[in-house]
């Protein structure tokens, strides 16, 4: 990972994005694989995050075996950049599961979290405006756009 560089994009992936990756190897989130592989985005994680990513990925509706798990657990530790435990933000999640990553992505400046969960996406505009963070799908066109841009400057 490119390492202070004013000019990558950082990004928090919440749980079930990292799942489309890594588990389902889910097409619509291709564009940011492909991009935090080339260096054209920076992702963001925490031992808050990691936690949590460890332990979906050990629940029995996922049927992932002890080599699979190892292997997911790999992917996340070799392709995120860790971080500190981030102080809460004043931006408050209704979903107190889910602040972990608004409070990352304040934290840290990222300029993108990537959610499909309804209660981060319901705080789009106010962390908009009082951020400059960006909440949105994976396959929103503003990221989608972004992510082309720059990858054309790497």
Same mark, same amino acid.
């Given at each position: ?23 389902? $190897? ?21 031992? =808050? ?16 075996? &002890? ?29 107190? =599961? =889910? ?19 309804? $209660? ?29 841009? &720059?990858? &054309?400057?790497?």
């Amino acid at each position: 990972m490119p390492e202070g560089r004013d000019d990558v994009m950082k990004a928090v992936l919440d749980t079930n994005v990292w799942l489309d990756w890594l588990v389902f $190897a889910d097409a619509g989130v291709a564009p940011i694989a492909r991009e935090a592989a080339r260096g054209a985005l920076l992702v963001l994680g925490s031992d =808050d995050t990691r936690a949590e990513w460890l332990d979906v990925i050990a629940r029995p509706c996922f049927a992932l075996d &002890a080599p699979a798990r190892a292997a997911a657990a790999t992917s996340y530790d070799r392709l995120v950049r860790g971080c500190a435990r981030p102080p809460a933000c004043a931006l408050s999640c209704r979903d107190r =599961d =889910d602040q972990k990553f608004l409070d990352l992505a304040i934290a840290e400046g990222a300029h993108w979290l990537v959610t499909k969960d309804k $209660a981060l996406l319901a705080l789009a505009r106010r962390a908009a405006r009082s951020h400059a963070l960006s909440i949105v799908r994976p396959d929103a066109a503003p990221l989608r756009a972004a992510l082309a841009r &720059a990858a &054309a400057n790497l």
